[in-house]
């Protein structure tokens, strides 16, 4: 904050930067409120929707306005976020009973206020200026769809506040799983009522698009809480069939090309939302470090069949009058592409449309991954390396195609 | 002495905001008139205002001029009492040039601060309201580079930040001090407004303009260690019906128990409070 620019003698400019010290030092999950660069009598803030309430998960915006005779007359406050009780950039009235008047005082804070303005959240408005009677499932509504983008409002300077803030918050407020799970079962009903094969690769168009939605709401972030509220957020999806797919999508946009340490520590997400054919292949997926939708299907897919082939193998191994392990190895290669081919695409009309430009990768993959486990043990690490480095060149030509 | 309320219905009661902006509009005009403080004026201006009023006022007024020789007005902005009181003290100090006065009135300022933090106030809240006050008691005494004359003590008093700052600071002290000493104070509050020791001190202690009582006088005086004699000046008569003495009542902390006039003297009229000089100090304060 540049002190400099304020007259230290204005008693309200130093309260307000003892304010701003304390909110930076003592930060609360329930709010976050700063001033903006350039002038310290403009807030920006945004709450959290007040807990078993119909605003949970929401985060709501607001400015602030201190008087320059501030701690002595109250600061205003304005919500910018839709929200079903507040009229947004209207003055909030604070004091709403008629009876027992709050007047202001210097012993409150904008802490102290932001932590009323929670509280009048699920009030009654009773016909209070400024107020707003929306039902609870509007406001619910209107909660989730908070969450999704800051408002736009004032210049890029309080606009990028607005975004930090927003960042902030979201990393704070995890989403209510029932309300998650409710806004699913609203928006597209049929997706769920159709418990597609989990093995199906098909991404709905409309569910991506709201999975990047939620991916880029979520930002951009790697921190520690936001993988366990993206865990959240697929645990709630992988109930419901193709949409566990379609949230790996949201994976992608998160981490475009993860590096190997973070790709790591998202694993336990990836996995949640694997269908359960591909348990199989959790110990690869581990290795690989794979954390990509399509990977991760095809992986799956491949997975199961390269275990059939390496039973086949071990089998024809067993048989002596075919010992030939070129031959042999070969053999079970070309049965296992095929059957995997066919596989694809018997199970999904989708994935045929996609599987042409998509052909040499995945059948150089396939015939990877089956080399890989047919191989003997002791090569396990070297190979595995070399197979993540292979991956990699492998995805990077699917993507970039 | 708030005689708010009455006997209106709840339909033909304005609005609380109503009430509070016509409440600002009567004190702004009110501030056009008076300073926070005013001069120092004989009593003689007091017996003309009520020169053709009640005879038992005029009577009074009379009588007071026997121990007491003059007045400054503060204004009548519900902080009067506050303001009264921040200026008659540090008047004191500045005459008395007590510096163990003031070490000991920091001592329990001091004091006051552990308790806000106790009670959960946050620092930030009061830490400049008190530093405020604490400047104008340092400036007050001689010998430094920030030492005030009288003239520059009026000057201050009549400073919106400084003399608001330092109310603000009287009120917090005030407050602490109901609510430390909570069991003493509840028979008293629920006497005169049948709230809470809480609810009293958040709706008529704290807020600036809430105008102070008893209650408020007993806290402060007990909080800081000052002793302060308030004289009322009302139309009571006695049990005889011919007693135009007037009244005063000394509020004399433990630790000040052998003082024999408070330094603060203020007159009391209903609903507002002035500075008034002892007789006694006239002498010195002439010189």
Known sequence: MAEEKYNMRNPAVKRILQEVREMQNNASEDFMSLPLQDNIFEWQFAIRGPQDTEFEGGIYHGRIQLPPEYPFRPPAFMLLTPNGRFQTQTKICLSISQHHPEHWQPSWSVRTALVALIAFLPTKPDGALGSLDYTSEERRALAIKSRAAAPKFGTTERQQLIDEIHEYMLKKAPPVPEMAKEEQVQEDPSEVADPAAPTSVPVSPAVATEAQEEASATGRDREENLVVENVHELRVNANAGPIAVSFSA??????????????????????????????????????????????????????????????????????????GTGLNFCFSVFFCVTSCVQFLEFSSPDFSEVSHEMALPKYIYLWFTVEVLAGPTNQHAEESTLESSAFRTLRNTFYTN | ?????????????????????????????????????????????????????????????????????????????????????????????????????????????????????????????FEDFLSIFVEQLE?????????????????????????????????????AEIRKRAEFFEPFIIGISNMSVQQFCKASVEPMGEESDHVHITALSDALGVPIRVVYLDRSVGADGKNTDVNHHDFIPSECSGVDIPPVVLLYRPGHYDILYTRKDEGRQNE
Not at chain 1, 292 to 319: P, Q, S
Not at chain 2, 22 to 46: N, Q, S, Y
Request: net charge negative.
């Open chain 1, 250 to 323: 949201g994976f992608r946009v998160r981490a475009p090309a993860p590096v190997q340490g973070s790709a790591a520590r998202e694993q336990p997400a990836a996995i949640g939302v694997a269908p359960p054919r591909a348990d199989a292949s959790r110990g690869l997926v581990a290795r690989l470090g794979l954390n990509d939708d399509f990977g991760l299907t095809v992986l799956a897919i491949g997975l199961t069949i390269a275990i059939i082939a390496l039973l086949i193998k071990k089998y024809l191994a067993l048989a002596p009058s075919i010992s």
């Open chain 2, 139 to 175: 400036s007050a005494l001689p010998g430094r580079e920030t030492s005030v004359d009288i003239d520059q003590l009026v000057q201050r008093c009549r400073d919106r930040y400084i003399s608001d700052y330092v109310v603000m600071f009287f009120r917090f002290v005030t407050s």
């Open chain 2, 1 to 125: 002495m708030n005689s708010e309320g009455g006997g209106a219905s709840e339909e033909d009661r304005p609005r609380d905001d109503e009430i509070l902006a016509f409440h600002h509009a009567i004190r702004a005009a009110d501030a056009e008139k008076l300073e926070f403080v005013g001069d120092k004026e004989p009593l003689t201006v007091l017996a003309a205002e009520y020169e053709a009023g009640n005879p038992v006022f005029k009577a009074k007024v009379e009588n007071l001029g026997q121990s007491y020789f003059a007045i400054r007005r503060a204004r009548g902005d519900g902080n009067c009492f506050f303001r009264s009181f921040m200026f008659s003290y540090l008047e004191h100090i500045l005459e008395t040039k007590n510096e163990a006065e003031v070490r000991r009135v920091e001592k329990n300022i001091e004091q006051s601060k552990r308790a806000l933090i106790e009670l959960g106030y946050q620092e930030f809240t």
